[in-house]
C-alpha cells in the first residue's frame, strides 16, 4: 500500500531533503511507525511521549483534519496523501521556533566564523602591506645611499 507523505521544509532533515516520501500503514499510527524505519527521528518529532500527535503540529489525510478523523487512528488507503504541517501559531517552542532558534544559531555561529575570518584577513592583508611598504623602504635606502 503506497501512501504519499508530504514532508515540510522543518523536517526535511530527516527524508535526506525529500519533499515528499512515500510509506505504508493501516491507520495514521502504522505510517508514521513505517516512515520511521526508514527516516529515523520523524516520527519522534510528530508524536509525543504519551503517545498523541503533537499539538503543533497538524496532518491531514486527503486535506482532512486528522483531529476531526480519529487522529492517529485514522483509517488509510492505498492512494492516500498525508500533509504534514506545522502550526502556524502556538506556543514558543511549537515545531517552527525550534526550528527557527535552530537556523538563528547557525546563522550566528557562521557570522562569527565570518567575522574572524574577515578580521584574520584584514590582519593578513596589513601584515602583507606593511612587509611590502619596509621593502620598498630599504629598497629607497639603498637607491639613496648608492646614488
Same mark, same amino acid.
Given at each position: ?8 521544509t522543518?523536517l526535511? *532533515? ?6 515528499a516520501?512515500?510509506?505504508?500503514? %493501516?491507520?495514521?499510527a %502504522? ?13 519522534g518529532?510528530l ?8 499539538r503543533?503540529v497538524?496532518?491531514y489525510?486527503?486535506?482532512? %483534519?486528522?483531529r476531526?478523523? !480519529? ?5 488509510? *488507503? %492505498? ?16 515545531? /517552527?521556533?525550534? /526550528? ?14 565570518? *567575522?574572524?575570518a /574577515?578580521?584574520? !584577513?584584514?590582519?593578513?592583508a596589513?601584515?602583507?602591506? *606593511?612587509?611590502?611598504s ?12 648608492? !646614488?
Amino acid at each position: 500500500m503506497a501512501i504519499e507523505v508530504r514532508i515540510p521544509t522543518i523536517l526535511r *532533515s530527516h527524508t535526506g531533503g525529500a519533499k515528499a516520501v512515500e510509506g505504508s500503514g %493501516d491507520t495514521l499510527a %502504522d505510517l508514521l511507525t513505517n516512515l520511521d524505519q526508514a527516516h529515523p527521528g520523524l516520527r519522534g518529532r510528530l508524536i509525543t511521549a504519551e503517545g498523541a500527535l503533537h499539538r503543533f503540529v497538524n496532518v491531514y489525510v486527503n486535506d482532512e %483534519d486528522v483531529r476531526f478523523t !480519529g487522529a492517529l487512528d485514522t483509517k488509510l *488507503s %492505498d492512494g492516500d496523501t498525508v500533509t504534514i504541517l506545522p502550526a502556524v501559531a502556538g506556543g514558543a517552542f511549537g515545531l /517552527a521556533a525550534a /526550528a527557527a532558534i535552530g537556523q538563528h544559531r547557525a546563522a550566528v555561529a557562521a557570522a562569527g566564523r565570518h *567575522s574572524a575570518a /574577515a578580521a584574520a !584577513g584584514r590582519h593578513s592583508a596589513a601584515v602583507a602591506a *606593511s612587509r611590502h611598504s619596509a621593502a620598498v623602504a630599504a629598497v629607497a635606502r639603498r637607491t639613496v645611499t648608492a !646614488g
